[in-house]
Antibody
Framework: QVQLVQSGAEVKKPGASVKVSCKAS????????INWVRQATGQGLEWMGW????????GYAQKFQDRVTMTRNTSIGTAYMELSSLDSDDTAVYYC????????????WGQGTQVTVSS | SYVLTQPPSVSVAPTKTAKITCGGN??????VHWYQQKAGQAPILVIS???DRPSGIPERFSGSNSGNTATLTISRVEAGDEADYYC?????????FGGGTRLTVL
């Protein structure tokens, strides 16, 4: 069965960077895109961007364009999302999510990674 | 940028029908997907491409999309349907989520 397993919770200081991993299993890692979505406590879902694991091509939401980097290691079937220049507004649960390609729905979600930014 | 508007909350009694709307400019020209998120859990896909049900989703869940409104309908509502529901679509090369609707089962 398809599974996306994310790395554990992180606590970071303002100005630091965080890198969250997402290990895929149960399907061919390079045949589907990986998206990242975040959710602050009590708030809605916010899309951050996508990555094609086969080509490495990425597309970022304008809000995060200057601060986010999405990468992958195809040999271990793992995607990464790094967010820099953290501030308290970045405190949220971060999800990796699979889509087949553009327009397709988010069919499998990781369990989420809590990132807390605090001095 | 494209905006999707959902009511913040909808309340319904058990066994009744709940309708959750998602408004957007000419949304009927796009494919809309719906997600259910229960407290403390990751979202799950409940309706794809306006009205398709993924495997494992009860037939009580249905969807429609026309004009400026997409609608998620939950028939014979159960206590276990209490959750937040989000609509979503792709706008050019980016993703838009609605603000979410909290479904309360009375």
């Amino acid at each position: 069965q398809v599974q996306l397993v994310q790395s554990g919770a992180e606590v970071k200081k303002p100005g630091a960077s965080v890198k969250v991993s997402c290990k895929a299993s149960g399907y061919s890692f390079t045949n589907s895109d990986i998206n990242w979505v975040r959710q602050a406590t009590g708030q809605g879902l916010e899309w951050m961007g996508w990555m094609n694991p086969d080509s490495g091509k990425t597309g970022y939401a304008q809000k995060f364009q200057d601060r986010v980097t999405m990468t992958r290691n195809t040999s271990i079937g793992t995607a990464y999302m790094e967010l820099s220049s953290l501030d308290s507004d970045d405190t949220a649960v971060y999800y990796c999510v699979r889509t087949t390609t553009f327009v397709t729905p988010f069919d499998y979600w990781g369990q989420g990674t809590q990132v807390t930014v605090s001095s | 940028s494209y905006v999707l508007t959902q009511p913040p909350s909808v309340s319904v009694a058990p066994t009744k029908t709940a309708k959750i709307t998602c408004g957007g400019n000419n949304i009927g020209a796009n494919s809309v997907h719906w997600y259910q998120q229960k407290a403390g859990q990751a979202p799950i896909l409940v309706i794809s491409y306006d009205g398709d049900r993924p495997s494992g989703i009860p037939e009580r869940f249905s969807g429609s999309n026309s004009g400026n409104t997409a609608t998620l309908t939950i028939s014979r509502v159960e206590a276990g349907d209490e959750a937040d529901y989000y609509c979503q679509l792709w706008d050019t090369s980016s993703v838009v989520f609605g603000g979410g609707t909290r479904l309360t089962v009375l």
